[in-house]
């Protein structure tokens, strides 16, 4: 028997080197499949997710109630703060639980876990809120002297506010001092 020539050889060895690429190429086209259907699953979570929200929004009817009197300021029933009454009532209770809610929704937008379109829905709930003038006395009464200097717990409702109303005539010199306020505070405890 003689031995194979240079050419079988050559053959056999691009035969092999073929069949690698192949199975490399098919090794990536099903990488990128499996990656669409990640990005297709991570966002049917998110939207499932931003519905959750939307619906936790809206859960309490007293809640509803209020937000309404936030909605028509100029109405005789709409909410007006007064530090003397507004302690531990139902007014502070119904607008903290919505302040929460908001805190919550800004720190997922700005940790990234949902994006500013995810929650586009929300733009004219955050500007009732936060651009009303009376819950700007509110954060501003919080970081009274009398009260929580610094107070910094919404931090993340004026960041959603600010996020969704980028346009400079939406601009608030109470709400960006509450921010700067809240940063004050924050980096004298940091620093202690």
Do not use: C
């Not at 080197?17 to 049917?44: C, D, H, T, W, Y």
């Not at 003397?84 to 502070?92: L, M």
């Not at 009303?132 to 509110?138: F, G, H, S």
Request: without cysteine; negative net charge; charged residues 20%.
């Amino acid at each position: 028997m003689s031995p194979p020539s240079a050419t079988l050889i050559d053959v056999a060895a691009l035969a092999v080197s073929v069949l690698g690429l192949i199975g490399l190429l098919f090794a990536f086209l099903q990488f990128r499949l499996s990656r669409k259907a990640n990005e297709a699953s991570a966002q049917a979570a998110r939207s499932s997710f931003v519905l959750e929200i939307q619906k936790w929004f809206r859960e309490n009817s007293d809640e509803v109630k209020f937000f309404y009197r936030l909605d028509y300021e100029s109405k005789p029933n709409s909410f007006k703060f007064d530090p003397e009454i507004f302690p531990h009532s139902e007014d502070e209770h119904h607008l903290d639980a919505i302040l929460y809610k908001l805190v919550f929704v800004g720190g997922l937008v700005r940790r990234g876990v949902l994006e500013p379109s995810d929650v586009s829905w929300m733009s004219f709930i955050v500007s009732a809120v936060m651009g009303n003038e009376e819950i700007q006395a509110y954060l501003t009464w919080l970081q009274t002297d009398d009260q929580v200097p610094g107070h910094s717990e919404f931090v993340e409702a004026v960041f959603l506010y600010q996020t969704l109303n980028d346009k400079p005539t939406v601009k608030s010199s109470a709400l960006d001092q509450y921010i700067k306020n809240a940063n004050s505070r924050h980096s004298r405890i940091h620093t202690s």
